[in-house]
């Protein structure tokens, strides 16, 4: 016997409605997941912007998982952690990557000299990092263009050779109105 579109069909309506069943049975357990898919989805892509003081960081960009942050302008210095709202170029090629919190170590403050040999980055001649040649997807990318920080920019790097940070012209450095806050790391 072979199947019809029509009774393929019918099966399927007939597990949906099971499946119906089965939820309606058993509510308790579907609200919350989708209340949280539904949160997660508003955090990722409708305001990414953190709302509450406790930072979870799941990626390998920082050693810490994690950290308390406190909102507001602050007299930033060398090795304070910062969350900012990425606007690097990257957006163009990665839109998802506009307005996103990031979590990363301010390394220059304005009046640093940032160099680059070959991809070594440096700044005021201590070497902060190595640029990787390409992306996870295998864009090119290209280190950060030597420069004097200007006043309100800041150099921010991860402590993984994998962070997408200042090091990419890509990312580039982050004004001071992109800072969100600082950050106390907690473990």
Request: proline fraction near 12%; charged fraction near 20%; glycine fraction near 6%.
């Given at each position: 016997m072979t199947s019809t579109p029509s009774r393929l069909m019918g099966k399927f309506v007939g597990q949906f409605a099971e499946f119906l069943r089965h939820m309606?049975?058993?509510?308790?357990?579907?609200?919350?997941?989708?209340?949280?898919?539904?949160?997660?989805?508003?955090?990722?892509?409708?305001?990414?912007?953190?709302?509450?003081?406790?930072?979870?960081?799941?990626?390998?960009s920082l050693p810490y998982s994690v950290a308390v942050m406190q909102y507001g302008p602050h007299d930033l210095q060398r090795g304070d952690y910062i969350v900012f709202a990425f606007a690097g170029e990257a957006r163009t090629d990665y839109p998802g990557l506009s307005g996103q919190p990031f979590f990363k170590i301010v390394r220059g403050l304005p009046g640093d000299t940032v160099t680059v040999s070959g991809r070594t980055v440096a700044i005021n001649g201590q070497v902060?990092?190595?640029?990787?040649?390409?992306?996870?997807?295998?864009?090119?990318?290209?280190?950060?263009?030597?420069?004097?920080?200007?006043?309100?920019?800041?150099?921010?790097?991860?402590?993984?050779?994998?962070?997408?940070?200042?090091?990419?012209?890509?990312?580039?450095?982050?004004?001071a109105e992109q800072v969100l806050g600082t950050v106390v790391p907690l473990f």
């Open positions: 309606r049975a058993r509510w308790f357990l579907y609200v919350p997941i989708f209340a949280v898919w539904g949160f997660a989805y508003a955090r990722l892509f409708v305001d990414p912007t953190p709302r509450v003081p406790v930072l979870f960081n799941w990626t390998p902060v990092g190595t640029a990787k040649t390409h992306a996870f997807d295998r864009r090119p990318l290209d280190p950060i263009t030597p420069t004097v920080i200007p006043p309100g920019h800041y150099y921010v790097q991860g402590t993984s050779a994998d962070s997408f940070d200042s090091r990419y012209r890509a990312s580039g450095l982050v004004r």
